[in-house]
């Protein structure tokens, strides 16, 4: 089957749901018009999609990354939106994304779209290309993290854009180029959504969330990064736990770790991880995430390094597991030391009022569309992402909003294709809705 014939079939596939949508008496004519303009525009948006996703734009690629970057920025020109690239350089990194359309009504709703250019397959990765799995599903590198979320982006904005309603809205898209390998310092990699939040009133998040149509994120766990790095006292392994030589760095090391996990694993929402350990007499590359150790059997272990990290629902949470973690590192065994350095990562995005409040608008439009309930997702089942460095400055935030499927970050990533219209449509008519609230 051709390309072209399979798109054709998709579309087909998705008429029911047109007629389903158009029978609605929830939508108005406006809404049911923009849901017929987003079917009739479903081959484009297909063709986008594959497109984007048969150029490798791992995030250490800076040209993948920046090919892909200039597709959108085509795009949201074609859209009449100021698109620019913002160079990623100050922070080892290809750039950003960032593109305008100011309404001429002052007191229009602002809306943060967010977005990223890079996946995690690499340049000399074996999985690069789009190709259909049967006549629903559609695997690619990056395919729903997060380039159908990207076409789902832009489909929204055309089909508000040919029912000549763009203006009654003003949007900023920012589509970061290092959300899976985030740039340092964050200050500067994170800077084109921090502002861009500061200038909005809601932020949308096009990840695929938990990959289930029926939930959307109003919260996500933030990510913290921990280094925690022990010393004991080298001698015969024959002195190990005497008044003389104590207990060793691994000994200490071990005694840290569990009880981190007795007084912190049962907290809801709060986990942590030991990823990488390495102890003995010596590490010689102390150089995460590879470190390089010479030690013997016979010898008491002289220092440890573990590195870790740490994820938490909100601040607060957060905040208390270090100071558990802080207390604990400083109750040592006889002759060792220990100290954990943590390092600046992503903020939670907390639960709140007004992303509840966004997520029953969205659900109400998925319901007058003739779908399913939308739900808040378990966050657990969930990672970071960069709206978290948005969510606490708007009134409102949801994520979760992208294409649907299955197998991220593996070359089993497939995208289920029959979500891509649904939630164009869903996007589109919330956006649309938002526009019609007045403070």
């Not at 859209?79 to 620019?84: E, H, P, S, V």
């Not at 100050?90 to 890079?118: C, E, Q, W």
């Not at 400055?393 to 992208?402: E, H, I, N, T």
């Amino acid at each position: 089957m051709s390309l072209r014939i399979f798109w054709i079939a998709i579309s087909i596939i998705a008429l029911p749901n047109l007629v389903c949508a158009e029978n609605q008496s929830a939508l108005s004519a406006v809404e049911q018009h923009m849901v017929q303009d987003i079917h009739q525009n479903l081959n484009t948006t297909l063709t986008e999609l594959e497109q984007a996703v048969n150029i490798n734009s791992g995030s250490m690629n800076f040209n993948g990354v920046k090919a892909v970057g200039n597709l959108m920025l085509r795009q949201l020109s074609q859209l009449g939106f100021d698109a620019k690239w913002h160079d990623g350089s100050a922070f080892n990194r290809a750039g950003h994304v960032v593109a305008t359309y100011m309404s001429h009504n002052p007191d229009a709703k602002k809306v943060l779209m967010i977005g990223h250019l890079d996946t995690v397959f690499a340049q000399d990765d074996s999985f690069q290309k789009f190709s259909k799995i049967s006549e629903t599903e559609i695997a690619g590198p990056g395919i729903t993290d997060m380039k159908g979320g990207n076409a789902i982006i832009i489909a929204s904005i055309r089909a508000l854009k040919n029912a000549g309603i763009l203006d009654d809205i003003s949007i900023k898209v920012v589509m970061t180029g290092d959300e899976e390998s985030s740039g340092r310092p964050l200050s500067l990699s994170k800077k084109a959504i921090v502002d861009a939040s500061q200038w909005a009133d809601v932020a949308l998040g096009f990840e695929d969330g938990d990959s289930n149509i029926k939930t959307a994120m109003v919260a996500r766990r933030g990510y913290t990064g921990w280094t925690l790095k022990v010393s004991g006292k080298p001698a015969h392994s024959s002195q190990i736990f005497t008044e003389q030589e104590g207990f060793g760095a691994i000994f200490e090391a071990a005694r840290i770790l569990n009880a981190f996990r007795e007084q912190l694993s049962s907290i809801e929402y709060l986990s942590f991880n030991p990823g990488v350990i390495a102890g003995g007499t010596r590490i010689d590359q102390a150089q995460l995430p590879t470190l390089s150790v010479f030690g013997k059997s016979n010898v008491i272990a002289q220092t440890v390094t573990v590195s870790g990290d740490l994820r938490a629902l909100t601040a607060q949470q957060v905040a208390h597991a270090k100071q558990v973690m802080q207390t604990i590192v400083k109750q040592n065994l006889a002759h060792t030391q220990a100290s954990i350095e943590f390092e600046t990562g992503y903020p939670p995005m907390a639960p709140s009022a007004g992303n509840r409040q966004l997520l029953a608008l969205y659900s109400q439009v998925s319901q007058d569309l003739g779908y399913n309930e939308v739900v808040a997702a378990n966050p657990r089942k969930a990672g970071a992402a960069d709206i978290s460095f948005a969510a606490n400055k708007v009134d409102m935030a949801l994520d979760g909003l992208g294409l649907m499927g299955r197998g991220g970050h593996t070359k089993d990533e497939v995208a289920d294709i029959t979500s891509l219209a649904k939630n164009i449509e869903k996007t589109t008519l919330l956006l649309y809705r938002l526009s019609r609230i007045t403070d």
